[in-house]
């Protein structure tokens, strides 16, 4: 999935929001649960982690439906298609707003 770079190195995996993934997660009965869609982000419910994965609809679910997947529950993480992360947006402080003495 990940080809080499020139200088033959792979670059860093990474989990990045709106990539395409394929979840398996333990589930209430004998067998895993598969979510298929895009990862929108990591949640924090009352303490825990969860992924936040919007199904596809690939596996016979609601296309567009949220599922959150907590952390302990993981079982295995496909990256079926890494989208590229998002450079940080950065302000500089106005220099009207500091303070000198």
């Known amino acids: 999935m990940t080809a080499p770079t020139a200088d033959g190195k792979r670059p860093p995996i990474a989990l990045t929001p709106n990539s395409r993934v394929r979840v398996r997660s333990a589930g209430p009965e004998a067998g895993p649960i598969v979510s298929t869609g895009f990862y929108r982000g990591l949640v924090s419910i009352a303490g825990d982690s969860a992924l936040a994965i919007e199904l596809d609809g690939s596996d ?17 993480i496909d990256l079926l298609e ?3 992360a998002e450079e940080e947006k950065r302000s500089e402080p106005s220099q009207a707003a500091a303070y000198f003495r």
């Open 82 to 84: 890494v989208a590229k």
């Open 60 to 76: 016979g679910e609601e296309k567009g439906r949220t599922r959150l997947v907590p952390v302990p529950a993981l079982l295995a």
